[in-house]
């Protein structure tokens, strides 16, 4: 995989709490790349992620190799695969997230060897955030989860995410690519279930990557799978690693005048956002906490004990919903964003699999359905409180989940609004859509200080 420098971290930054270790700057390779119709698409693969049995590996790459250029992107889809390019099933290698971050490098500073870069505060480094409306975390532009294979996340003509306009990079930076892959070799462990939920007791953590103890309640989240922990193997294991890839492909488009540019934002349902001075206006400030812990309960209805998590927030601008999906782990019911009436804005719903093989692995989220509405037919006002459900079934208890939903929008001015009812599309089975955004955790440290309930000792299988 070409050169590899490793470069090794001490000491935290406060301002993003990133979850990371170790640094690694080594060169992703360009393995393929296509044009048709003008759409050019490029086949990377990630520096090299090294696994054994129980082992996690989240490590950041700085400088991935990544389209150049005023560009308009029309997908992305990542997954990974072993030395042989060969899809790598989820029951072998979970793939917790991997995240795609822009950021701008300052020209002549080739190394990131501070942690305080991290903080992206420093003046080396410039974090070039999505559009919202978390303010730590939840930054990237895409990533997901073990939902990767089958999410579908095109956009559709004539939409595209603009990047690469020098007009957008500092004077003095150059835009760069950071990703970062947290995965866990499942393989030998004792229930790979719960190693997929991170519970601190399977991987033996009392304190989370700083050397902090964990809250009191804290049974599982990534505060206890960071790099370089191991979750529970069975006796008598020994030896098997690996190497792994992210296989990443971009389609992308020259920009050019005819492509409408759609900005990303993402709203999380553990934002615990407030106000900042309602009677001036609409500034409000975001805290999203990512994780949050279902506590199981013995309440039922038809469907079984859902527990539907619930987040009303306010939007800061206007726009045309040209896309959405959701994230959720195993155990999800799916989500629901609503506009301020009451109308559905988008139902994303996971996907089980129901074999052995890469995209269809029995009992793990293996994609999310995901909505496309006519453009034009679905808008959101400016300052509109939107609503959030994210159900999750708590006839066990499960701690670490995600709920949060990715939007695309489009500015309203900028389309032909046609008054169409909005499709929800549901991803056929046998399509391994292209997928986009993510999962993100660049600020996780939060979820550690969050007061946790009491530990649940049950678990489910996630079999839905
Ligand atoms: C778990 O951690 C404790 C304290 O750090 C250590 O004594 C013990 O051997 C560890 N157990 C396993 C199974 O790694
Ligand atoms: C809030 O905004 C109003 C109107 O601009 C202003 O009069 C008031 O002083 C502000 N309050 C605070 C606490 O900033
Ligand atoms: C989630 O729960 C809420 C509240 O019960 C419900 O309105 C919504 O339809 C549910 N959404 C999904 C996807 O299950």
Redesign the pocket.
């Known amino acids: 995989m070409g050169r590899e420098r490793m470069i090794n971290g001490s000491g935290c930054s406060l301002v993003l709490v990133v979850l990371i270790l170790s640094f690694v700057f080594v060169e992703s390779i360009q393995v393929d790349t296509k044009y048709e119709n003008g759409v050019k698409t490029d086949v990377f693969l990630s520096p090299k992620v090294e696994l054994e049995p129980g082992l996690v590996s989240n490590k950041n790459y700085y400088n991935i190799d990544f389209p150049r250029g005023h560009i308009g992107i029309k997908q992305f889809y990542a997954e990974l695969v072993d030395e042989a390019g060969n899809s790598v099933p989820l029951h072998e290698t979970y793939i917790h997230h991997y995240v795609i971050v822009k950021y701008y490098q300052r020209k002549g500073v080739e190394e990131i060897n501070n942690r305080r870069d991290l903080g992206f505060e420093e003046p080396d480094v410039i974090v070039g955030k999505n559009s919202g409306i978390c303010e730590q975390g939840l930054v990237q532009y895409f990533g997901l989860g073990s939902e990767t294979r089958r999410t579908d996340s095109h956009i559709p003509d004539p939409y595209g995410i603009e990047v690469g306009n020098p007009v957008d990079t500092p004077l003095g930076y150059e835009e760069r690519w950071m990703l970062i892959v947290h995965a866990i070799d499942t393989r030998y462990v004792v229930d790979k279930i719960q190693c997929t939920e991170c519970r601190c007791d399977l991987y033996n953590v009392t304190v989370n990557e700083y050397g902090k103890p964990l809250t009191d309640g804290y049974i599982g989240g990534l505060a206890c799978c960071y790099d370089g922990m191991r979750c529970r193997l069975k006796e008598g294991v020994h030896g098997g690693k690996r190497n792994l890839f992210l296989r990443y492909t971009v389609k992308y488009l020259e920009w050019d005048a005819s492509i409408l540019p759609v900005k990303i934002y993402i709203i999380d349902v553990t934002d615990t956002w407030k106000w900042l001075n309602q009677s001036a206006g609409l500034s409000s400030s975001h805290h999203c906490l990512v994780e949050y812990s279902v506590q199981p309960s013995s309440a039922e209805n038809d469907l079984g004990c859902?527990d539907?998590k619930?987040l009303s927030v306010r939007f800061p601008v206007s726009g045309d919903v040209i896309y959405s999906v959701g994230h959720q782990h195993a155990a999800g019911?799916?989500?629901?964003l609503?506009h301020e009436d009451g109308r559905?804005i988008c139902?994303?719903?996971p996907i089980y699999g129901e074999g052995e093989e890469a995209g269809n692995e029995a009992g793990y989220v293996v994609g999310m359905s995901s909505c496309y509405p006519q453009p034009g037919s679905v808008k959101i006002a400016e300052g509109e409180m939107l609503t959030l459900?994210?159900?999750y079934s708590c006839t066990k208890g499960h701690p670490g989940v995600m709920g949060f939903v990715y939007l695309l929008i489009a500015d309203s001015n900028s389309q032909s609004g046609s008054l169409a009812v909005h499709e929800k599309v549901l991803v056929p089975k046998a399509i391994l859509g292209v997928a986009i955004f993510g999962i993100a955790v660049m600020v996780v440290i939060a979820v550690v200080i969050q007061k946790r309930n009491k530990a649940e000792d049950g678990y489910e299988s996630i079999h839905m």
């Open positions: 859902v539907a619930k019911h799916g989500l629901t609503s559905e139902s994303s719903i459900f994210s159900n």
